[in-house]
């Protein structure tokens, strides 16, 4: 009886920490965007759609930082492209900007983006988001905690969340955004 109870308490303590989930780095992940990822971020606040939509009423800044799409191979190499990305209405879509470059260009890149939506001040409310299970939007979070955005909400669920209980709307890249990357 006795070997069975430790056997059980390993179980359970197994059990818990699968159920925790991936634990959260302790930089930016550099590995595959999609991908398990961490129930939490430590300096932000994890929110369902519900809560997206009170903070979007409030004027928050909606963050959509999902990949852009690929230019199908057999457009030509000077055609126009100008991929649709539905999204939350009203979101500024940041393509990429969840990637886990730490550099300085990239680090400089994204926080002019950010001053300029955000005027400069760092207690806008500011939701990120992507799609689920993806890292990109988890990243976006990390770095707005790490310069001092004062209210960060990271929205796990991303666009298809939003979609489960609300209309999406297709978005265009932010124009500043890509052309900052050139």
Avoid at 53 to 70: F, M, N, W, Y
Avoid at 88 to 103: M, Q
Avoid at 108 to 133: M, N, W, Y
Wanted: aromatic content about 8%; glycine content about 10%; some cysteine.
């Amino acid at each position: 009886m006795r070997r069975l109870r430790g056997g059980l308490l390993a179980l359970v303590v197994i059990t818990s920490a699968a159920a925790a989930g991936v634990v959260e780095p302790q930089n930016f992940w550099d590995g595959p965007m999609q991908g398990e990822t961490p129930m939490a971020l430590a300096g932000a606040q994890v929110v369902d759609a519900e809560a997206v939509a009170t903070l979007k009423q409030r004027g928050a800044l909606l963050l959509d930082v999902a990949q852009s799409p690929i230019k199908p191979e057999n457009m030509a190499p000077d055609a126009l492209w100008r991929p649709i990305h539905m999204s939350i209405p009203g979101a500024v879509w940041l393509a990429g900007a969840g990637s886990g470059d730490s550099s300085p260009v990239f680090q400089s890149r994204f926080d002019e983006r950010l001053a300029g939506l955000t005027g400069g001040g760092k207690e806008k409310p500011i939701v990120v988001f992507c799609h689920p299970q993806c890292w990109g939007s988890w990243n976006a979070a990390k770095r707005l905690v790490m310069r001092g955005y004062a209210h960060v909400y990271w929205f796990r669920d991303g666009v298809e969340g939003w979609q489960e209980k609300f209309e999406v709307a297709p978005v265009q890249p932010d124009l500043a955004w890509a052309e900052a990357k050139k």
